[in-house]
C-alpha cells in the first residue's frame, strides 16, 4: 500500500494542494446505523490496499448519510491548509491521519470470529458520535478554505467533498470515527476531554 506522501508526489509541477480535517458530532439512538456505514466503508478500504477510488466512493457514500443526519448534528469543527509543496502536503495528511487514529476509541473495528451473533442484542448503543474526515484535494475548495462550525456551512462542505469525487481532484483519503466498535459508547464527559476542538452547532 503506498503512502500518502507517494500517491501524493505522483503529481509534477507546482500544484496548489488543499488539506484539511473535518470533526462532526453526531448524538442520539438514532445515529447507531451510521457506525454500520463507517465500518463497511473502513472494511472496503482495507480490501482494496487503499485504492483512492474505493476510498472515494466510500467517501461519498458516508457524506451522504451524514447529510441525511443532519437532525443529529450537535457540533463541528475543521482545520486545514493549502500548501504548493506535495511533500508538505503529504506530511500535513500524515500528521492529521497520525492524531485522528489517536482519539479516544477511534481503533477500528476488526473481526475477531469469537462473537456471537447474539451479542449484539445486548450491547449498548452509543449516544455520541464522532466522524472525523481527513482529506487532500488538488486545487481550491473555497466551501472547505472556511469556518464550516454552522449547519448551512458544514453541509455545503460535505456536498464539496462529493464534487471532489466525482472530479477526481482527491489525493488521499481516510476516515475515521469514535466509538469505533458496536458496544463502546463515547460519553458527554469524554466528548469534551478528547475532542475539545468541538463548537456547538
Known amino acids: 500500500m503506498s503512502s500518502w506522501r507517494d500517491r ?28 454500520g456505514i463507517l465500518n463497511r466503508a473502513g472494511r472496503d478500504a482495507i480490501e482494496s490496499e487503499g485504492d483512492l477510488q474505493v476510498l472515494g466512493e466510500g467517501l461519498v457514500e458516508v457524506c451522504q448519510s451524514l447529510l441525511q443526519y443532519q437532525t443529529y448534528w450537535r457540533s463541528a469543527a475543521n482545520e486545514g491548509d493549502a500548501v504548493w509543496n506535495e511533500g508538505e502536503a503529504g506530511d500535513y495528511v500524515n500528521e492529521l491521519f497520525t492524531d485522528s487514529a489517536q482519539r479516544y476509541l477511534s481503533a477500528p473495528e476488526l473481526e475477531t470470529g469469537t462473537e456471537s451473533p447474539n451479542d449484539e442484542l445486548t450491547l449498548p448503543v452509543t449516544q455520541n458520535l464522532i466522524v472525523m474526515i481527513t482529506i487532500a484535494a488538488e486545487g481550491e475548495v473555497p466551501e472547505l478554505e472556511t469556518d464550516l462550525a454552522d449547519l448551512r456551512a458544514l453541509a455545503t462542505g ?40 468541538l463548537i456547538p452547532l
Open 158 to 197: 460535505l456536498k464539496a467533498i462529493i464534487n471532489l469525487q466525482y472530479q477526481e481532484r482527491l489525493r488521499a483519503i481516510q476516515i475515521h470515527f469514535s466509538p469505533s466498535r458496536l458496544g463502546d459508547e463515547l460519553s458527554s464527559d469524554q466528548l469534551l476531554e478528547f475532542y475539545p476542538e
Open 8 to 35: 501524493l508526489n505522483q503529481f509534477s509541477g507546482k500544484s496548489r494542494f488543499m488539506v484539511c480535517r473535518l470533526f462532526i458530532h453526531l448524538a442520539g439512538d438514532e445515529v447507531a446505523p451510521l457506525l
